[in-house]
């Protein structure tokens, strides 16, 4: 079975405001200082310390240069692959983590995040290292939540595995076995609404790729399932407060 890991390597100064992410975050800063806010908490996290954060957590951070520069390595833990591994690695009752944590001078699980890190790695190799990087999570006392998703939740992961499908409120519907009324009703009892959720899917892929990778806003735009790069850079300003190329500096 495939890993379903995703890495982000921040290299900028930036804020972003409500930000969620589905899966579970595991963030090595190392240059500078990341800033992690909630409705509950404010989190400094300073090189070479490590943050979690819960999946579903809706937070903003600030990353700030040490020396004019800035780095953190990010690792997003998709909550089925950590159901397999607990399932046979944890055995008693635990208390989940429900809101971000600072791990200080974590010098074995660091490395092995950066393993994890190591380019294009054969999938029995990738799924070792993301057991060995779970396995210190654990052996620090940090168990993350792999319990049922809500409804916007299962939404989200939906358009999260392909964001460039031009994806309809009916495919969505048809995927979760509901029908499109129903969805509808179900997200809006949870404050939701699927045109915000399927552009903030986007629009954090998005933020994800200009992190990550050299690609041109058109190619971001495209990826991200944006139909041009105008109506992506509107939609990404207007979740994040700055267009994706001054994201970018």
């Avoid at 997200?187 to 200009?210: D, I, P, V």
Wanted: charged content about 30%; hydrophobic content about 35%; overall charge neutral.
């Amino acid at each position: 079975m495939k890993i379903q890991t995703q890495i982000v390597v921040q290299n900028h100064n930036e804020e972003l405001a409500d930000f969620v992410s589905t899966k579970h975050t595991v963030i090595l800063v190392g240059n500078g200082t990341k800033t992690i806010r909630t409705d509950s908490s404010t989190k400094i996290i300073s090189a070479p310390n490590i943050a979690v954060i819960p999946r579903n957590t809706k937070f903003s951070i600030t990353n700030r240069s040490d020396k004019d520069s800035y780095k953190a390595y990010c690792i997003f833990l998709d909550v089925d692959d950590i159901k397999d591994f607990y399932q046979t690695h944890l055995k008693d009752e635990v208390d989940f983590l429900d809101t971000p944590m600072v791990l200080e001078e974590q010098k074995e699980l660091s490395e092995a995040l950066m393993r994890l890190m190591e380019g294009e790695l054969p999938d029995d190799i990738a799924k070792l290292r993301h057991n060995e990087l779970l396995s210190w999570l654990i052996h620090n006392k940090v168990y993350l939540s792999s319990t049922p998703d809500g409804i916007n939740t299962k939404v989200r992961r939906i358009i999260e595995s392909s964001p460039n499908k031009r994806w309809l409120l009916n495919d969505v519907a048809k995927d979760l076995a509901i029908g499109a009324s129903s969805l509808r009703r179900e997200l809006h009892k949870e404050g939701h609404t699927f045109t915000e959720l399927l552009e903030n899917c986007r629009t954090s892929y998005a933020c994800g790729l200009l992190q990550s990778t050299d690609y041109s806003l058109e190619r971001v735009a495209q990826e991200s399932g944006f139909s041009n790069t105008h109506r992506f850079s509107l939609k990404f300003k207007k979740r994040f407060g700055v267009t994706p190329s001054k994201f970018r500096e």
